[in-house]
């Protein structure tokens, strides 16, 4: 049996080389690039990856180009920040040891690291979702950026986490809310829906207590106050780039 592992980068010198190092059980590591201005395809060359650049096509598109660019059917999908566990690792080598599986993909459940410790609630964990599968029974679906792998037959469950260093800083967290919620208010427009003042009211209070109470994020201390909140504030500018969309129609 063997395994490629594949990932879309962008400027991601700071985590490419942790991330690939991680998945020293792949047999070949498959790197799309969308023109990274940093060192990232330098030092992703340097670890053995394979390197595809491409300008971003959109985070399905660009999944899935690199999962085409794979040389192995089993196809382990992972983001630059992420890591694979030793627990995940094992798991996934007593699977190539034992030969071909007789299912078509595995979920893992991804633990993520955040504002000092593992985010445990608040609806962060287990986030399972397959990243290991046969790509002649799966592809990359769903859409920007809620893409998801999509497979036709059995999947299993694989022990162990993908640890996901989510953000570098709170910064960093703000600028990726302000980054998808630009996304999904224009799929949203696109879609044909219509700003709400009443959505935009309701929406970001109730995520906060769905993640800080119903989620009970509670349990994750000050980080899991500061999630909620950041939750919430995702939330509302979504809604208020829908209608800042519809106005500028």
Request: hydrophobic fraction near 40%; proline fraction near 4%.
């Amino acid at each position: 049996m063997k395994i490629s592992a594949a990932i879309i980068t962008l400027n991601e010198a700071a985590h490419i080389q942790d991330c690939i190092a991680s998945l020293d059980f792949c047999d070949q590591v498959v790197v799309v690039d969308s023109l990274s201005k940093d060192q990232t395809r330098k030092l992703a060359r340097e670890a053995g990856a394979k390197i595809v650049r491409q300008e971003f096509l959109g985070h399905v598109a660009q999944k899935q180009l690199a999962v085409d660019k794979c040389k192995h059917d089993w196809v382990f999908c992972i983001d630059a920040d992420e890591r694979v566990s030793p627990e995940l690792r094992a798991s996934i080598m007593a699977l190539k040891e034992a030969g071909e599986p007789d299912l078509s993909g595995y979920e893992v459940a991804r633990l993520s690291y955040h504002l000092g410790r593992w985010i445990k609630h608040g609806g962060w964990y287990p986030d399972l979702g397959v990243r290991f599968f046969n790509r002649t029974q799966g592809k990359w679906g769903g859409y920007d950026p809620h893409d998801k792998v999509e497979v036709e037959g059995p999947v299993g469950h694989l022990e162990g986490d993908l640890h996901h260093f989510v953000f570098d800083s709170l910064s960093d967290n703000v600028k990726t809310n302000d980054f998808y919620s630009s996304i999904m208010a224009k799929d949203l427009s696109l879609a044909g829906k219509r700003p709400s003042l009443l959505k935009l009211l309701l929406k970001p209070p109730f995520k906060f207590i769905e993640c800080y109470l119903i989620k009970r994020g509670f349990l994750d201390g000050m980080p899991g106050f500061i999630i909620a909140v950041g939750a919430a504030y995702s939330m509302f500018l979504k809604f208020a780039k829908l209608w800042e969309y519809d106005r500028d129609a």
